[in-house]
């Protein structure tokens, strides 16, 4: 199996109103991490204070960074298209909705089809057993015991992801090659 995780922060919840300020991407063959794509963006618009403190944006330490910008996009549909187009993330429908919203603004071409893995919707089985208390990244941490790093670090989050996505799949599946 081939697939890319993938982790966005961003000023809001809204991929039509809100910028991403960070985005990570690192690729997976068949058990294989590859290098993890991390960069982090200047905001245009203002981010809130509550915004601020789940993604640890800092409108000073971010005031050198490039605000988010068509070359990254273009390596991550890049990316993407190499690993059978499979974004898995936790909550990749949020996550593909703001990488398809930058890519249509900037002109990017999007894939035809991409198939989004949720690491939430696989561990359902454990929550409902009462194995895991939430279906959110830091519970899901627990299953690999560790929990994210200080907010925001997409890098983090991405490989955080890939543990739980290795974990669940070899509970459900058995051994990856």
């Known amino acids: 199996m081939k697939c890319v995780f993938v982790n966005v922060q961003t000023t809001g919840l809204d991929a039509r109103s809100s910028e991403i300020v960070e985005l990570a991407a690192m690729p997976w063959d068949d058990g294989k991490s590859g290098p993890i794509d991390v960069d982090q963006f200047r ?11 789940i993604n640890g944006y800092d409108d000073k330490a971010r005031e050198t960074c490039a605000t988010f910008r068509h070359g990254f996009v273009e390596r991550l549909l890049a990316m993407l298209a190499n690993h059978e187009n499979v974004l898995v993330a936790c909550n990749p429908t949020f996550v593909w909705d703001f990488i398809s919203t930058a890519a249509e603004r900037m002109g990017v071409p999007l894939p035809s089809c991409v198939r989004l893995v949720d690491v939430s919707s696989m561990a359902v089985p454990l929550y409902v057993a009462g194995k895991v208390g939430g279906l959110g990244l830091a519970d899901l941490g627990k299953i690999v015991g560790r929990a994210p790093k200080s907010p925001g670090q997409a890098a983090d989050k991405v490989e955080l992801t890939r543990d739980v996505f290795e974990k669940l799949f070899a509970l459900y599946y058995g051994a990856l090659k």
């Open 43 to 53: 905001a245009i618009g203002r981010v809130s204070d509550d915004i601020a403190k």
